[in-house]
């Protein structure tokens, strides 16, 4: 039986807390990527390559998450979830070697996404049309204190006591979210609702979502407008150790404004909801994160790194990533309302993988210079308007079609 409809800021605030875990796993060692560079020995790059796992396998995963909860349900993957989530944290605390941190980093990967993926399902299961967009915004905002505090608590944990406690840190958090999931989490899919699972009908299910064109642009447009803010959160060591010459506890300099200006667009985006269509709120947004890129690339182009103007585009970039994102997002889930655990998978697989790449391969390249990182951002968001302009096409297309 479906339980009852939970107070929606109590059901926001569980949902935001399960999203934070992983902006927590990402943004909270950040500062300690020195110290762990010391004791094994590694290059930037190969350290770099932690966050790197910890992402593709995020993303590998998330194809998953969805379906097991449109099986199972979405409290039992949770649940399952954040204790392998525990598992894996306090295996990174006590790793005697790189190989071994990078095992326990991609199998903490593997559990962080459960609370993004099903959380958009839960939404979707529980409210509709705007009530949903709201929701979403809300969640946002609170998710949005994650990657502000963050660094800023491992920063003040490195200090104090070493990298390894940061981790140690994050399992108690996870033990937390168990607990208060165990008692306040509802279930929101019926057992009528639910799909048996199967390997044939997962992928004829992925084969079906994959092969439709406005999906697949929905989430792209998605991943790569997060992707270039993600280019900053990934480059914060260089940014704050070498770009900008700040200590191991100044990483609030980027991660506060930064931040602050996704809880601002997700508050916007609430208020907006049925006052100003989808189509126009996401071109809103488009202006505001190439007006942000651009200005950056200016700046670095004609001076050195500094604050506030290296901090400030990045604050109203992440502006317009949020005002948008929820749109996105549920113009995307709304293409096929029966499989939107399954859709809400893809679309995370997508956006992570982004963020997978952009860790991995566009922040070793791009942390050299104020400009190159702008330049990377403003390549970034070009590509999600791209992406966003393609699936006008596509509707456009589509309705022309059914009026015919």
Known sequence: MQDRKPPIVLLAAVLAGLSMAGPFSIDTYLPAFPAIAREFGLTPFEVQQTMAIYLASFAVMTLFHGTLSDSF????????NLVLFIVATL????????????????????????GIVVGRAIIRDTFEGFAAQRLLSLVTMIFG???????????????????????????CYGALLLAVCSLRLPETLPRAARQPFAPA???????????????????????????????????????????LGLATTQFAVLFVPGISGIMIGAWVSGRSAGRVSARRTVNLAYAVMFGAAAASLAYHLLAPPAIPWTIVPFMVYGFGMALAMPSIVL????????QRGLTASLQGFIQTACAAFTAGVVAPLAAGSGETLALAMLALVTAG????????????????????
């Open 73 to 80: 349900g979405r409290r039992p993957v949770i649940l399952a």
């Open 91 to 114: 295996g990174c605390s006590a790793a005697q070697s790189f190989g071994q941190l990078l095992a326990f980093r991609a199998l903490q990967g593997i559990s962080a996404g459960a």
């Open 145 to 171: 204190i994650a990657p502000a505090i963050a660094p800023v608590i491992g920063g003040w944990i490195q200090s104090a006591h070493g990298w390894r406690s940061i981790f140690v840190f994050l399992a």
């Open 201 to 243: 009908p997962l992928a004829a299910g992925y084969l079906k979502l994959g092969s439709s064109a406005p999906l697949l642009l929905l989430s792209f447009a998605t991943g790569l407008n997060w992707a270039g803010g993600f280019l900053y959160v990934a480059s914060a060591p260089a940014i704050i150790y070498n770009l």
């Open 331 to 338: 113009l995307a889930l709304d293409l096929f309302p029966a």
């Open 385 to 404: 308007w791209l992406a966003w302009a393609g699936y006008g096409r596509t509707a456009t297309k589509g309705c022309e079609h059914a009026g015919a």
